[in-house]
Structure formats: C-alpha cells, structure tokens
C-alpha cells in the first residue's frame, strides 16, 4: 500500500502487481474568463488521486496513472489557444496506454473521462476484442446526480457553477469569478435540434457568448468540497471493488 501515484513512485517501489489503473483524461480548453485551460485535467487528475489514496488506503491495489492533458476540442477551436486532439488521435493514444497496461500485467483499467468532448465508448466497443485488459469507463461529473441535483441551483454544461465550485474548492487562486459572465448560450435556429433530436458538433464561439454555459456566479468553495467528497467516496468504493473482483468467465455479471 502506499504507491498508488505512479508520477510520484520509483522504480522499484511500486507493488508487484495492480488490480486496477485509473487513466484521468484532461483537456486543454478555454473555459470562460474565470477558470484556467486546464480546469478538466486539474479537476479529473484530483479526483482520481483522491480515490485513489482512499481505496489504496481500504487495501485496493489500484495504481493513478498521470493525466492526459489533452483531448478532443475540435468544436472549441474557435476559442484562442484551445489544443485538440482529433477523436481519432485520442483513440490511438488511449490504444497504446491500455497495451502499455496489458504488457505489465494490469488485469482492469478505469478510464475516467474529464471532458466531454470525448466519446469513448466506440473506442471501447472496438478494443474490448483486442486486449485482455477490462476497461471500464466513467465521466467523473456523472459519478453522483443526486449530490449535483442537491449541490447546484444553476445546471450547465461548461465552467458553469459546479466546475466553478470545484476549481474554488482545488484551486482558488487561478479562479476570477470577477470577470465572469453569466453563462447564456444562443437558442438553436431548427426545432429539431431545440427538441433535442437533430444532433450538430456544436461550434462553441457560435453558441455561447464566452465559452461559458451555465451560470457560475452562484459557484462556492463549499459546495465544491462536498461534491468532490462524494464523488471521491462513490469512486473510491468502485475502485476496492473492482479490485477484488476475479476477472472470471462471467466478468463483470455476478455467477450463476
Ligand atoms: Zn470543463
């Protein structure tokens, strides 16, 4: 127990063997006036090292691997200094990052998702036959809906109020909630898409006013702390237990 942080391990120190590596999958992304390009790496890189050290504590044998700074952005390049990786590039990367896994011998890798640009499940359709690694993949800001539901009172999508929460909680001193906006997008010109059935790679600078959507103003220290709380608690809890599961004939169904 204990070397759980493979940025931070040596060569030699670290366990035998892992039951489970966590990959956090940041952006580099403008995120409004008020929070930093790297608010998803920062935010997803901190979550994962939490659980992380809770569940290597609770005896899970899990290893953090450092987080991929960047991911696909292709629709937010509009916005100064946004660095994307095409989905297809990310697919690669993330292809020889699980080949990196299976060659030392991980039997499970957790792929947590900070960004929402990136949509991983056909990558995972697709390398699910080509490796014995189990993947599994969470969007960390889905990992509790009832602590979001009861935390916020202004839902978005983009440094709205929980991202602002959270990099308040983590990161005070790169947040300038002085210069936000309030986070209104422009309405959708089809019905279609305002009923949400017609689907378009949404071209950010056209549909928000600075990147932002979602209101922060309401965003506090406090409530960020309690979401990282839960989510760190909920994820923790997967990680022991997927470190205690067999990879057996039925994985991952109970046995008959
Ligand atoms: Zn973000």
């Not at 790496?41 to 450092?66: F, K, N």
């Not at 709205?160 to 959708?188: C, F, I, K, Q, Y």
């Amino acid at each position: 127990m204990g070397q759980w942080n493979l940025a931070e391990t040596t060569w030699g120190l670290a366990a035998e063997q892992y039951a489970v590596a966590v990959l956090p999958v940041g952006a580099t992304e403008a995120h409004g006036p008020h929070l930093p390009y790297a608010t998803d790496t920062l935010q997803c890189e901190a979550l994962a090292r939490r659980a992380c050290q809770l569940a290597d504590s609770r005896g899970a044998r899990v290893l953090c691997l450092p987080a991929l700074p960047y991911s696909v952005c292709e629709n937010g390049l509009g916005f100064r200094w946004t660095m994307s990786l095409r989905p297809s590039t990310l697919f690669r990367v993330v292809t020889d990052l699980v080949a990196s896994c299976e060659a030392h011998g991980i039997p499970k890798l957790l792929l947590l998702n900070g960004h929402g640009g990136n949509e991983f499940q056909p990558h995972l359709r697709e390398l699910c036959r080509q490796t014995s690694v189990q993947l599994m993949l969470v969007n960390w800001w889905q990992v509790d809906r009832e602590a979001h539901a009861r935390l916020f009172v202004a839902p978005g999508e983009h440094a709205d109020e929980m991202e602002t929460s959270l990099m308040l909680a983590l990161h005070p001193d790169l947040v300038h909630l002085d210069r936000a906006g309030n986070g209104a997008t422009r309405a959708p010109r089809f019905t279609a898409m305002q009923e949400g059935w017609a689907w378009v790679a949404r071209p950010w600078e056209r549909l928000t006013i600075d990147g932002t959507v979602g209101d922060p103003t309401h965003a506090t220290a406090a409530k960020g702390a309690a979401f990282l709380e839960a989510l760190t608690e909920k994820l923790a809890n997967l990680l022991v237990e997927l470190a205690n599961s067999l990879v057996d004939d039925w994985y991952p169904y109970q046995g008959r």
